[in-house]
């Protein structure tokens, strides 16, 4: 899929459409172990899911990453994403928020970690993987 219109103009759908299910997958297992580390969340795992970006379309694979929280109420950590930077919408499955990363730019991935840890958190996270081991 190209991702710019023939004026050159890049749209988001059109970004979140073509990327690919190892792309996704990757940030996934990549952006989850920060998530885990979140006030009240429990696990952070990520998972494969379905996407339906368009409702003409069928759904699409996809990956995300499967939150739960202390209590098993989802609420507060869904009312939290709604009203970080970005706005990011999850999915109730049972007890756990599912963040499907197609309807999350990649650009955007920081932003997600900090809307639930703070900004510096990916500072410490990377400082954490890079020390050398004791």
Do not use: F
Not at 70 to 87: F, W
Not at 116 to 128: E, F, K, N, R, S
């Amino acid at each position: 899929y190209e991702t710019k219109t023939p004026a050159g103009i890049e749209l988001p759908i059109w970004t979140m459409l073509s990327v690919s299910v190892e792309n996704l997958r990757n940030r996934a297992e990549r952006i989850a172990p920060q998530l885990a580390c979140a006030e009240g969340i429990t696990s952070a795992v990520p998972i494969e899911t379905r996407s339906r970006l368009l409702a003409s379309m069928d759904d699409r694979p996809s990956y995300g990453v499967a939150l739960t929280v202390v209590d098993d109420d989802i609420t507060l950590l869904d009312k939290r994403l709604r009203s970080a930077p970005i706005s990011v919408i999850g999915r109730s499955e049972g007890n756990r928020l599912v963040l499907d990363l197609r309807t999350v730019l990649p650009r955007q991935d920081l932003m997600l970690v900090d809307a639930l840890l703070g900004p510096t958190a990916m500072v410490d996270y990377l400082q954490t993987e890079q020390s050398p081991a004791n």
